[in-house]
Structure formats: structure tokens, C-alpha cells
């Protein structure tokens, strides 16, 4: 029976570990024949796969390392993985598809870490706000080396993620390498159950801009924007920071009509499918924020649906982006149930931005560069409460800085 689905873009694999990064972006469709029919041109190799367990079942010298669960589920993130799309496409256990559901309510347990196995390495792509990952000082980029003293490197992304795994209250020690200063540490972080505020908003002290960050895009992330936009003027923000920074995306419907707030016209994002035919997605109508004055903040962990937005702020001329590249996640992930509860997440489309440029393994420049030194935490309007503006200025977040300082240029502020 083919379902109407959640369409979620993610990057990754998110460690809500309690798992976040996710939501369930669909269920299984329809197909052709029986799922467990096997096709009749691959019969040769089934028959291969089964030489290979039976092999290893009457051999294998390690009995109690012969677990058909872990082989089985072994040989489907195998099948996945030999399909070259890294960090998209993937195999999620039943345990991990139950925390990328808890994400499109903003909901998670666990340690708040987007993280993909790049090159056979566990790589943190982004904290979540609130999490224990952003408050233990987690970066996009870090390695995560070790779990409780065990190498994580070379294992599936399912093994590596089940180690972290845990209710919250639990604690779990984690070996970090940061490639920016080559230092390795290790911290302890304690698994928590965290509501994701997904939409924040603070003026900035001094100024008339408002600082908006959208931590992800979770359900009803389009309508509390909507909300803090028109607050936010109402309270005298003649200027807008839209923060992506770090965001790992979300749903699909949600990032449309959340850059449908800030846009008047035109397209979204194209959607290119399997067979290369492509359909504009446009503007939704009733932006109450069309002409607000923008700049918008990315880096290394914006991706998915924050790359859509920030691709067609950009494309439309509507913001400059100013910070690092995002990561590149260019595909809207579908679930396909499989029958014990795990789940394979699929690519089925392909997005790009309303010009046609290409998102997927590339990213989005930005229009202005600034690094941002590893060392540095950015501001989010949680954290800027009580600052001063000789505070604010003497911040080392260098990016929510170039962007002030670009915005009030916009506004015709002098500076």
C-alpha cells in the first residue's frame, strides 16, 4: 500500500544518538513484485550471498561473534552503501529509525549530534541546539575516534551509531579528534531528553536587527517562523540574520514554506527524478516578510532543507550569505519499511536550486567568506540576552559580525 509520506532531507545520520536527525520520511511503496520475491536475474546472486553465510555459519571460528541479525543487517547496509551515495542513502535499525522519527517533532533523546561515516570515520556534521553534543563543544568536522574506549573507525554507520545509543541519564565517553587543531580529547557526555526550540529570535543589543536562528526544520518550524517574524517587527527589528548555521534540515514541506515567508515570488528549488524529468516547486504565497532586509549565516553543518532556503535566498537575490560552504545533501530521502522494523532511507529525487545549480556532494558558497576558529562557539539569540553592544562587538563570533555589519549597511546604517 503506497502512503502519503513525510518527506524528510537530511544529510545524515542524526545522533539524536538517543538519535536525532531525523523524522520518518515515509513508508514503503508500492512495487512491481513481493518485496521478499527474489527477481529472477538476481537469483545468481542470492545464491552467492547464501554460499557466503552458510560458509561463514560452518566455519567461522569466533562462535559467539556469528549473530545472523548483525549479518543480515551487515549485508543490507552493504547493499546501500555499494550504491556510492555517502552520507544520504543508508540502513537504519529499528532502534535508529524510532529516533529519526522523534525528530519531526522536535523531540530527541540521546547525546544531539548529526554525524555520517566519511572515508571510514564517525564525522560530526552538526550539534542541535540544547544538546549535550553543543554544550560538551562538539564541531562540525570533529571525528569521533573512540566510544567508551572502543575504535569506532571502519564499522558501519548502524554499529557505529548503536554504541552511542542510550536512554537519557546515561553517560557515554567519547574520543574526539578536531582536524582543525590535528588535537585529540576525550569527553564525557550524558544522554538527555531535550524539545528542541527550533525557532529563536533576539535584537541584537544596540540595534534595530533581530538575530533568527532555525535550529532545524521540524514540524511547525513554518508557522512559529511566521510568528517571530511579524513579533520580531512589531518590537521594532527593521533588519533581519537568518541563522542556519549548523541546522541539519528536516522536512521537506516545512523548509518550502518556511522560505516561502521571506520570498514574494519565483521557485523554491527544482526537484530533478530518477528519470531527469524536473519540476519547479514555487513560492508559496503569503510571505509576511518579503521585503525585510536580509542577510543569512552557513557552514559546514547547514545542509538539507537549510540548503534549500539558503539556495534560494541566494539564487533570488534576495540575502547575501555570508560564513563557510554547506555541506551538500542534494536528495529528498524516502523510507522503505523492511518487515522486522528496520528501514533502508532512499534517494528518489534529486534537488537543486531554482538557477539549477547543483547542491548534491557540492554545497552552497558563500557570497562572502569568514571562517570561523574552531575554538569559537556562534552566538544564538539564547545566549546574547543581557549583552551589551560593547559585548556583542567584542564577541568572537566573527560571522554574526560580518553579517551585522553587512545588514546595517543594507538598512543605510553607517558603521
Known amino acids: 500500500m503506497k502512503h502519503k509520506p513525510y518527506r524528510w532531507i537530511p544529510s545524515l545520520t542524526f545522533l539524536a544518538l538517543g538519535l536525532i536527525g531525523g523524522a520518518i520520511i515515509g513508508c514503503s511503496l508500492l512495487i512491481a513484485f513481493s518485496p521478499d520475491t527474489i527477481p529472477s536475474d538476481a537469483e545468481s546472486n542470492f545464491r552467492?550471498?547464501?554460499?557466503?553465510?552458510?560458509?561463514?555459519?560452518?566455519?567461522?571460528?569466533?562462535?559467539?561473534?556469528?549473530?545472523?541479525?548483525?549479518?543480515?543487517?551487515?549485508?543490507?547496509?552493504?547493499?546501500?552503501?555499494?550504491?556510492?551515495?555517502?552520507?544520504?542513502?543508508?540502513?537504519?535499525?529499528?532502534?535508529?529509525?524510532?529516533?529519526?522519527?522523534?525528530?519531526?517533532?522536535?523531540?530527541?533523546?540521546?547525546?544531539?549530534?548529526?554525524?555520517?561515516?566519511?572515508?571510514?570515520q564517525l564525522v560530526v556534521v552538526a550539534p542541535i541546539d540544547g544538546s549535550p553534543a553543543q554544550k560538551a563543544g562538539l564541531k562540525p568536522g570533529d571525528i569521533i575516534l573512540k566510544v567508551d574506549d572502543q575504535d569506532v573507525?571502519?564499522?558501519?554507520?548502524?554499529?557505529?551509531?548503536?554504541?552511542?545509543?542510550?536512554?537519557?541519564?546515561?553517560?557515554?565517553?567519547?574520543?574526539?579528534?578536531?582536524?582543525?587543531?590535528?588535537?585529540?580529547?576525550?569527553?564525557?557526555?550524558?544522554?538527555?531528553?531535550?524539545?528542541?526550540?527550533?525557532?529563536?529570535?533576539?535584537l541584537l543589543p544596540g540595534t534595530t536587527a533581530?538575530?533568527?536562528?532555525?535550529?532545524?526544520?521540524?514540524?511547525?518550524?513554518?508557522?512559529?517562523?511566521?510568528?517571530?517574524?511579524?513579533?520580531?517587527?512589531?518590537?521594532?527589528?527593521?533588519?533581519l540574520i537568518l541563522d542556519l548555521r549548523n541546522n541539519p534540515g528536516g522536512l521537506y514541506d516545512e523548509a518550502i514554506s518556511?522560505?516561502?515567508q521571506l520570498l514574494s515570488s519565483g521557485n523554491v528549488l527544482l526537484e530533478k527524478n530518477a528519470l531527469g524529468k524536473i519540476k519547479p516547486v514555487p513560492v508559496r504565497s503569503g510571505g509576511v516578510a518579503t521585503s525585510l532586509p536580509l542577510v543569512v549565516l552557513?557552514?559546514?553543518?547547514?545542509?538539507?532543507?537549510?540548503?534549500?532556503?539558503?539556495?534560494?535566498?541566494?539564487?533570488?537575490?534576495?540575502a547575501k550569505l555570508v560564513g563557510e560552504k554547506t555541506f551538500g545533501t542534494g536528495t529528498v530521502l524516502e523510507t522503505f519499511s523492511?518487515?522486522?522494523?528496520?528501514?533502508?532511507m532512499l534517494a528518489i529525487e534529486e534537488w537543486l536550486t531554482p538557477a539549477g545549480h547543483v547542491i548534491w556532494h557540492q554545497g552552497i558558497s558563500p557570497d562572502v567568506v569568514v571562517h570561523l576558529?574552531?575554538?569559537?562557539?556562534?552566538?544564538?539569540?539564547?545566549?546574547?540576552?543581557?549583552?551589551?553592544?560593547?559585548?556583542?562587538?567584542?564577541?568572537?563570533?566573527?560571522?554574526?559580525?560580518?553579517?551585522?555589519h553587512l545588514l546595517l549597511q543594507e538598512m543605510g546604517h553607517t558603521t
Open 48 to 120: 552467492l550471498m547464501a554460499e557466503a553465510w552458510n560458509t561463514i555459519q560452518r566455519v567461522y571460528v569466533d562462535r559467539n561473534a556469528v549473530k545472523p541479525q548483525l549479518m543480515t543487517y551487515g549485508a543490507i547496509s552493504g547493499m546501500v552503501d555499494a550504491l556510492g551515495d555517502t552520507g544520504h542513502s543508508r540502513f537504519l535499525t529499528p532502534e535508529m529509525l524510532k529516533q529519526e522519527r522523534n525528530l519531526a517533532t522536535g523531540r530527541f533523546e540521546g547525546i544531539g549530534a548529526e554525524v555520517q561515516m566519511r572515508n571510514g
Open 153 to 202: 573507525s571502519g564499522l558501519p554507520l548502524d554499529q557505529a551509531v548503536n554504541r552511542i545509543l542510550g536512554p537519557a541519564g546515561t553517560r557515554v565517553k567519547l574520543t574526539i579528534l578536531n582536524l582543525k587543531t590535528t588535537t585529540t580529547k576525550d569527553i564525557t557526555l550524558t544522554r538527555a531528553s531535550v524539545t528542541v526550540q527550533s525557532v529563536t529570535w533576539h
Open 210 to 239: 533581530a538575530h533568527l536562528r532555525i535550529a532545524i526544520f521540524s514540524k511547525g518550524v513554518a508557522e512559529n517562523l511566521r510568528k517571530a517574524l511579524l513579533t520580531a517587527e512589531k518590537e521594532g527589528a527593521a533588519g
Open 258 to 260: 518556511a522560505a516561502s
Open 298 to 318: 552557513i557552514n559546514g553543518g547547514t545542509s538539507s532543507g537549510a540548503e534549500i532556503v539558503a539556495g534560494a535566498f541566494q539564487d533570488a537575490h534576495r
Open 338 to 344: 523492511l518487515s522486522d522494523g528496520s528501514a533502508m
Open 373 to 404: 576558529s574552531a575554538e569559537v562557539t556562534p552566538l544564538i539569540p539564547a545566549s546574547e540576552k543581557g549583552l551589551t553592544a560593547e559585548e556583542l562587538q567584542n564577541s568572537q563570533d566573527v560571522q554574526l559580525l560580518r553579517a551585522l
